[in-house]
């Protein structure tokens, strides 16, 4: 899953901007200055940097110049309300990949996190669980020692939980695409093809929710 950190001390639109992308399938961690952004660089590696430039403690320019001198180069947009020129020039200057004037439309940004994304080579067709990979294109298992190769159930039932990490997944929602109409989908069925994902993946990545469904833990 991608991680992207948001900094953003308007809080009302910094939780607005982390609902959206959490709906478009992105691990979101909030941060409403530039002190607090760059301690959580220092403990987490994230995929992209959303920064706002005027933050207190740090600012979003003084927070990518410490971190481009740190040797992060983890992709950065910038969104401001800034009309000078010469302070957008001075943050690509630093090493920021785009920016977005305020207010944000949410599409652009979402064609923005993409684009930028595909530079950098990192698609939301991967999903991290643990020390594994999941390729859900190539619906492979990745780790360091040997490639995974799914059976179409256990791959199929991958796809669904991973679609929404960290969400409970109702049983039902499961047999309905797990199985054809004309097929026996029953719960004991299913528990046997999580049973056989938990000894891949590792128990503690997933939790069943006793008479309502299944969770993903990444």
């Known amino acids: 899953m991608i991680n992207i950190l948001i900094a953003e001390d308007d ?6 901007l982390e609902d959206f992308l959490t709906q478009e399938g992105f691990r979101v961690e909030l941060c409403h200055s530039g002190t607090q952004a760059q301690e959580y660089c220092y ?5 992209l940097l959303i920064l706002d430039i005027n933050m207190p403690g740090l ?8 971190l481009r001198d740190e040797g992060n180069t983890t992709p950065a947009i910038y969104l401001t309300s800034y009309k000078d020129k010469n302070r957008l020039l001075e943050g690509f200057e630093i090493g920021a990949d785009d920016y977005l004037r305020k207010p944000v439309d949410l599409d652009e940004l979402l064609m923005r996190i993409t684009a930028i994304l595909k530079r950098s080579h990192k698609t939301l067709n991967t999903v991290q ?11 492979i298992l990745l780790n360091d020692k040997q490639n995974i190769v799914l059976s179409k ?9 991973t679609e929404n990490p960290n969400q409970i997944v109702p049983k039902e929602q499961i047999k309905s ?42």
């Open 59 to 66: 600012n979003g320019l003084e927070l990518l110049k410490y």
């Open 43 to 47: 403990e987490h590696n994230y995929d």
């Open 129 to 139: 669980i643990g020390k594994l990979s999941y390729d859900r294109e190539k619906k």
């Open 177 to 218: 695409r797990l199985w054809a109409w004309n097929e026996n989908a029953s719960d004991g069925s299913l528990r046997v093809y999580i049973n056989e994902l938990k000894k891949i993946l590792g128990s503690e990545h997933i939790s069943n929710i006793k008479g309502i469904g299944y969770k993903l833990v990444i």
């Open 153 to 161: 159930k256990l791959s199929a039932l991958l796809d669904i939980l």
């Open 11 to 16: 809080l009302l639109f910094a939780q607005t």
